[in-house]
């Protein structure tokens, strides 16, 4: 043991989770540096992070450890330590079971959005190096390409909508292929944006008509919305249109008149606010508090031929997904993903939808701390709830086990034993089953009793 570490977990001034060092204007950019400098050696690195880990799982709370290395010392702190956690064998059955990488180059998708927040930042942050792994990041234009690339071999790994890894395993608008969901990459982050001209038009019964557009069919935002126009009268089917568009090209349309609105991803919502061509009406968030929008999986196959690679992976993200959680990381990351490489998007308006405060086009600035967030856990109950709505539109035509699917798809068993070895509490969130129940505009969802609730549901087409 030493306080050679780039953590400085025995350091009285470090945060572990803030920088104090003086040198770096955000945490973000501290660790950043501090990971580059240690690439070359993944191993140095592994054996930093369990110690910091374990030093943080004897002192959860930051404060505590802070006061205890004040009043004693580094080097009686790390000896009292050493004495009561054996961390030489600790660092060493981490490397035992982490085993060498089947492989190390890996082509990772993502779609310019907010939502791939976790994706993004485990490369300027060394989190993908950090494990030993050299990701390159492919951007691609829209979910059809991200599909077919999956299924084609073309990416290892990819940022999906929350859905789409549920509907390619049924052979659903694709041919089939099992994927698998590791993590939901945020929730919450959605809103429906309208055009200006209808900002004295705000209530859906009047809606009529009026064309909208959705990233995808097999998205929580056409599902969301068809929910939110179905509670208010109208038959997403036949009342309006719903018009599959790239959410990069939802703003333009908007503009030019092609559509009323659109339920799509950040930060095009904020972008239409920015442009003065749109207004939000409302949060996605304020039809379901919580709920998944996307995921980041790959396919069976690739976990099966990599166990190793697919573990580091999933330690890399879970990582980032952490990080991202922490508010005081929101003005750097908007800073970090900005740019042309990855959002190529004004920094306000990435900082406005990631933050919670923002202006809604109708000259109200808003605080909402929960308009988008990043917590990782696949739960069973959110994939039953996507299965329900398929199924009631139309979508999903065969018999299906939701629960058999659901645990098949959706890695939850896997996520708590890697958010276990990481030392997150996250890991023994409740409920221990995997089925939460949740409301969505006031119903409530119990996944236990998936049918019932579908039968509950107006315009159910089953």
Known sequence: MSDNNIYRPYSSDSL?????????????????????????????????????????????????RRRFLKAVGAGTAMAAIASVLPMESLQAMAEDRQGPLEKKDLRVGFIPINCATPLIMSGPLGFYAEQGLNVSLIKSSGWALVRDQMLNGELDASHFLAPMPLAISLGLGSS????????????????????MKHKENRDPRNWKGFRFAIPFEYSMHNFLLRYYLAEHGLDPDNDVQLRVTPPAEMVANLRAGNID????????????????????????????????????????????????????????????????????NLTAISEAISTPNYLNQPEIVIRQALTGRYADGLGGILDEPERSGFEPMPWYGMATWMLTQMKRWGYLQQEVDFKELAEEVFLMTDARRQMAELGMADAEQEPLDGYPSFDVMGRTFDPHRAEDYLESLPLYRG
Request: hydrophobic share 40%; charged share 20%; with cysteine.
């Open 16 to 64: 572990l989770g803030g920088c104090s060092c003086g040198r770096h204007d955000s945490q973000v950019q501290h660790d950043a540096e501090a990971r580059q400098a240690h690439a070359s050696d993944p191993d140095h690195l592994s054996r930093d992070f369990v110690e910091a880990a374990a030093v943080k799982a004897l002192f959860p709370h930051d404060a505590t």
């Open 176 to 195: 089939r292929q099992p994927m698998r969901v590791a993590t939901i990459q945020n929730t919450n982050g959605q809103a429906i944006t309208l055009a």
């Open 261 to 328: 609105g659109f339920l799509g991803p950040d930060p095009f919502n904020q972008r239409a606010v920015y442009d003065q061509i749109g207004f939000l009406h409302i949060l996605t968030k304020d039809i379901w508090n919580g709920h998944p929008c996307c995921s980041f999986g790959m396919s069976e196959a690739f976990i099966q031929e990599n166990p190793n690679t697919f573990a580091a992976l999933y330690r890399a993200v879970l990582n980032a997904a952490a990080m991202a959680r922490d508010p005081a």
